[in-house]
């Protein structure tokens, strides 16, 4: 994803576009899942607050 193409689709996100957000998601997903162990194991619930915690502040992303 280039860099122009991103910056669209995070404003879209933040003004709140439920695709945009998806694609938000989906281009973290690697991110959250490395930081979504606990004790050496996946935490399914860690990595879905993280998930929901992006969700919900997406309008604090600098665009």
Request: hydrophobic share 40%.
């Amino acid at each position: 994803m280039t860099n122009d193409i991103f910056r669209s689709t995070l404003a879209q996100a933040v003004g709140g576009s439920h695709e945009a957000l998806e694609e938000i998601l989906k281009l973290y997903e690697p991110l959250i899942h490395k930081h979504s162990y606990l004790n050496g194991k996946q935490d399914d619930d860690l990595r879905q607050y993280l998930m929901i915690h992006v969700a919900l502040n997406i309008h604090r992303f600098p665009l």
